[in-house]
């Protein structure tokens, strides 16, 4: 199947109600501003050539924040996996293998070829390549305006600092990409070099770190309008 972009909330509610109850649906929602998507947009794109009995939507998550509210999106690139008329799994981040592996489990099919793209080959590379690691992380901390480098995701932090500074994100309204350093050890020892920091959380603004959770609250202390004036 080919990936169907939702034009507006009525048109999700009409092609979701006109699906089989059976139709597992895998809906994808991004924004144009986040570097992860891009690259997630292409492994949703591949892997809906993949599987026939699954249906693929993409949703603009600014675009259509009433779809976004529906499914509690609070971060993109994120992923809704549904069957039988109930959502079975919550994905965030941009992990196309974890992807990968949901659709398939969602589907019960094997996909029609090996679901290997040129986003996954190129990080491949890059997290094999030591020489290219400085690289790697100067593209990540820039990947979105506003990066979080946290253990977990937004909706599942696995430390109290990472859960405190994404509600302070949340709180003031922050549109932030985030990379979940407990899935890729390399990064997670790289950027406490790369940046000189040796823990995280770690929050970067236009590529440059900000600092962890309690510098976040001293510049907010001494700034409540730091995020709005970005």
């Given at each position: 199947?080919?990936?169907?972009?939702i034009?507006?909330?009525?048109?999700?509610?009409e092609l979701?109600?006109?699906?089989?109850?059976?139709?597992?649906?895998?809906?994808s929602f991004?924004?144009p501003?986040a570097?992860?998507?891009t690259?997630m947009?292409?492994?949703?794109?591949?892997?809906?050539?993949?599987?026939?009995?699954?249906?693929?939507?993409?949703v603009?998550?600014e675009a259509?924040?009433?779809?976004?509210?529906?499914?509690?999106?609070?971060a993109?690139?994120?992923?809704?996996l549904i069957?039988n008329?109930?959502?079975?799994?919550?994905?965030?981040?941009?992990?196309?293998?974890?992807?990968?592996?949901?659709?398939?489990?969602?589907?019960?099919q094997?996909p029609?070829a090996a679901?290997t793209?040129?986003?996954?080959n190129?990080?491949?590379?890059?997290?094999t390549a030591?020489e290219?690691?400085?690289a790697?992380?100067a593209?990540?901390?820039?990947?979105?305006?506003v990066?979080?480098?946290?253990?977990?995701?937004?909706?599942?932090?696995?430390?109290?600092?990472?859960?405190?500074?994404v509600?302070i994100l949340?709180?003031?309204q922050?549109?932030?990409?985030?990379?979940d350093?407990?899935k890729?050890d390399?990064?997670?020892?790289?950027?406490?070099?790369?940046?000189?920091?040796?823990?995280?959380?770690q929050?970067?603004v236009?590529?440059?770190?900000?600092?962890?959770?309690d510098?976040?609250?001293?510049?907010l202390a001494e700034?409540?309008?730091?995020?709005?004036n970005l």
């Amino acid at each position: 199947m080919t990936v169907v972009d939702i034009t507006s909330e009525s048109h999700f509610n009409e092609l979701t109600t006109s699906l089989p109850s059976t139709m597992p649906i895998t809906l994808s929602f991004h924004t144009p501003w986040a570097a992860p998507c891009t690259q997630m947009n292409a492994v949703f794109s591949y892997l809906s050539t993949q599987y026939n009995n699954v249906t693929f939507l993409s949703v603009d998550a600014e675009a259509h924040p009433e779809i976004s509210e529906t499914f509690d999106v609070s971060a993109v690139p994120f992923f809704v996996l549904i069957k039988n008329g109930k959502v079975v799994r919550e994905l965030s981040g941009a992990d196309p293998k974890e992807l990968s592996a949901a659709i398939q489990e969602l589907s019960g099919q094997q996909p029609a070829a090996a679901p290997t793209t040129r986003v996954e080959n190129d990080a491949k590379e890059e997290t094999t390549a030591e020489e290219d690691l400085n690289a790697r992380l100067a593209k990540l901390v820039s990947a979105a305006p506003v990066m979080l480098f946290m253990k977990g995701t937004p909706a599942a932090p696995q430390c109290g600092f990472s859960r405190q500074l994404v509600g302070i994100l949340r709180e003031n309204q922050v549109r932030f990409g985030f990379f979940d350093i407990l899935k890729d050890d390399t990064v997670r020892q790289g950027l406490k070099q790369f940046s000189d920091w040796p823990t995280f959380p770690q929050l970067y603004v236009n590529g440059e770190l900000q600092g962890g959770l309690d510098i976040v609250k001293e510049i907010l202390a001494e700034d409540p309008n730091y995020f709005k004036n970005l």
